[in-house]
């Protein structure tokens, strides 16, 4: 397993002195060169917002929405919309985003989950993903929020990987003022407590930071250090997104400023340094007019991208579209490949469910990749 090449101090200078840049991305270059080759991956999905509703209110978001001005719940007829939509343009995953427990804030929510025979949203979640294993080929990627072990339990035998941001590991972001003030879900702790715990069901993972909502370097970098230490010990992050903070309209955070591309690529490049050469590093290429300059600062994955659905948590930002994927990836020297929403390193028994196995297995090339073509079937 990786140990970081460097340590705390040193990363911390890496990341505030602009002038040792070039010496960060040629290390973080080399090992996703060393780890990867010249492959460079995707996830076609569709993006499966169940519900938009949450108990929190992190200044930021415009994904969470309260009942009455748009938050609600996807019917289980909207949900299989979606999918169905998606299986017939090739995707291979169903990305099952939501707000974090609702019911406990909203009578609304309870009412729905009463009417449709759940004690939970997370419930609902594995409802829905086996309707989706039941009626498509795709695959759910559940992202719920906080998940204790009976729920990481209950969705594992329908979703081939789950999600959680650490987002940031420190507890100053939920200092009154700041963004995750008032969010339960979003304290440190009870997240790495959530990320731990798939580690422990051999659930293969989602996580990752997010760069810009108020955070100081050193708490990045500490954050960085805190998932590789989670990494070293489960082995189950499979992927580790970067992503940048983009401010919206009609949120607090509005006017806050975005994280500058030059920065934020010293954070790329500094996650793979720290992470490692095997890891699955991953920068959404939405959020950033040139996203090309992350090939450039080690990463080797795309992350989910949809001919299909908007990006509910930024639907200001399109994807773009695959060909244009192909053509920068290309053009960087790299090869595009489809990946399914689980990586080819954990396609094996240890790390997927055995009532999925088979199904994720029959979806796959040889080597591990999603069997589709490198765009799919365009809609
Ligand atoms: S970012 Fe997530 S947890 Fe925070 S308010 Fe939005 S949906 Fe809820």
């Not at 460097?6 to 010496?23: F, G, H, K, M, S």
């Not at 240890?350 to 999603?370: F, K, P, S």
């Amino acid at each position: 397993m990786h140990t970081a090449t460097i340590d705390r101090d040193q990363a911390l200078v890496y990341l505030t002195e602009p002038e040792r840049a070039a010496e960060l991305l040629t290390m973080a270059c080399r090992l996703r060169d060393e780890g990867h080759g010249r492959t460079i991956t995707y996830s076609r999905k569709v993006f499966v917002p169940i519900t938009t509703m949450c108990r929190d209110t992190c200044t930021y978001c415009t994904f969470v929405k309260p009942p009455g001005a748009g938050g609600q719940y996807l019917t289980p007829d909207d949900v299989l919309a979606i999918a169905r939509a998606g299986d017939e343009l090739d995707c291979t995953e169903a990305l099952l985003t939501l707000g974090d427990s609702p019911e406990a804030k909203w009578p609304q929510a309870r009412e729905f989950l009463d009417a449709h025979g759940c004690a939970t949203t997370i419930d609902y979640v594995a409802e829905m993903s086996q309707l989706i294993r039941s009626e498509t080929r795709l695959f759910p990627h559940a992202n719920p929020g906080i998940m204790n072990a009976s729920d990481i339990a209950r969705l594992r035998p329908t979703n081939v990987t789950m999600g959680l941001m650490l987002e940031n590991i420190s507890d100053r972001l939920t200092d009154p003022g700041m963004p995750h003030h008032n969010c339960p879900d979003k304290v440190p702790s009870v997240r790495v407590e959530t990320i731990r715990e798939a580690g422990r069901q051999k659930v293969p993972f989602t996580s990752g930071i997010l760069v810009g909502i108020g955070e100081h370097p050193a708490e990045i970098v500490d954050s960085l250090f805190a998932l590789a230490d989670m990494q070293r010990e489960f082995g189950h992050i499979q992927e580790f997104i970067i992503q940048n903070f983009r401010a919206k309209a009609n949120t607090r955070m509005r006017n806050a400023p975005e994280p500058e591309a030059t920065y934020f690529v010293r954070v790329v490049a500094l996650a793979r340094v720290i992470l490692g050469a095997q890891a699955n590093v991953q920068v959404p290429p939405n959020l950033t007019e040139d996203f090309s300059q992350y090939l450039d600062a080690g990463i080797n994955d795309w992350g989910g991208v949809s001919p299909l659905t908007i990006d509910w948590v930024n639907p200001e930002a399109p994807w773009p579209d695959l060909v244009r994927l192909e053509a920068v990836t290309g053009e960087a020297g790299f090869v595009l490949r489809p990946r399914l929403p689980v990586y080819p390193e954990y396609i094996e028994s240890e790390w997927i469910d055995a009532e999925l196995l088979g199904a994720v297995v029959g979806r796959a090339t040889d080597d591990g990749y999603a069997d589709i073509p490198i765009g799919g079937s365009t809609p």
